[in-house]
């Protein structure tokens, strides 16, 4: 894949329905290993992110669609709501920083594009794990659909903005912040049509980032939007973000709509 690490990069491109995984069959034992149970809260919302604090597997979090943000500290017995003080319910991304688990980043606006969207005001965040938040920019991005907080630094942060749903905007790509959210450049753009739905480290290697483009619109008059843009493409920063090169060849779809991202650890 041209020098850049495909071996590590395990993506499923969900709306063109094509995997790179590899073929060999999944030992079955590991899902009957698995066991589910409900665990609510009731009318918390349709679910889209959810994350946790390393070390600690009773303290979880995770945003819903107008269910605001949720945290247990007893591995799903209690929920508590402690978003319901901000002016918007909608949450499309959520991440606590791996070196500072007090400190937590919320990206407003689902980025999931179907029938029914809500989108959002930007960015929030919290040092005190969601007891208060502060509003931190991006606010016309409306939907964000990834946040990577860098595992070395809580104040390296970087955001999968979609953009608007029903229209072009430049607020949207991928955006960085050094400084915990005071000020965001801009380091990744394609155009006012298409945006950044995912993000991944390379694990081991936060400087190595890919991140997933998607051009996609809500037309007002379809209940379904068109999902697979010429403008979707993969992108890979070796550099922390300073710079992006576009995976492409070596048997990768062209325009291949949706992209979700997961990496490897073991390759």
Do not use: C
Not at 43 to 64: E, K, M, W
Not at 80 to 95: K, M, N, R, T
């Amino acid at each position: 894949m041209r020098r850049h690490h495909l071996a590590t990069l395990g993506m499923i491109v969900f709306a063109a329905v094509i995997t790179l995984a590899a073929h060999a069959g999944v030992d079955p034992t590991l899902y009957q290993a698995l066991h589910w149970r409900l665990i609510g809260p009731f009318r918390g919302g349709r679910v889209l992110t959810v994350t946790g604090i390393a070390g600690d597997s009773r303290h979880f979090y995770f945003g819903a669609v107008d269910g605001g943000v949720w945290a247990t500290q007893d591995a799903g017995r209690t929920w508590q709501p402690i978003f319901d003080d901000e002016p918007v319910g909608s949450i499309g991304a959520l991440a606590v920083a791996p070196s500072a688990p007090k400190t937590i980043y919320v990206g407003t606006g689902e980025a999931d594009m179907r029938s029914d969207i809500a989108h959002g005001d930007g960015l929030y965040k919290s040092i005190d794990a969601g007891k208060h938040w502060t509003p931190i920019g991006l606010a016309d991005s409306r939907q964000i659909g990834r946040i990577l907080v860098d595992p070395r630094n809580p104040d390296v942060v970087f955001v999968a903005a979609l953009g608007h749903a029903y229209g072009p905007n430049p607020e949207r790509g991928v955006f960085r912040s050094t400084d915990g959210g005071r000020h965001w450049s801009k380091v990744l753009f394609k155009d006012n049509n298409t945006g950044a739905i995912d993000l991944a480290f390379k694990p081991g290697d936060p400087s190595t980032i890919y991140a997933a483009l998607w051009q996609t619109r809500r037309p007002p008059w379809s209940v379904y939007p068109p999902s697979s843009g010429p403008g979707s493409d993969l992108y890979v920063s070796h550099d922390g973000g300073d710079h992006w090169t576009k995976i492409e060849g070596g048997g990768f779809a062209a325009h291949p709509g949706r992209i979700g991202l997961a990496v490897s650890p073991d390759k």
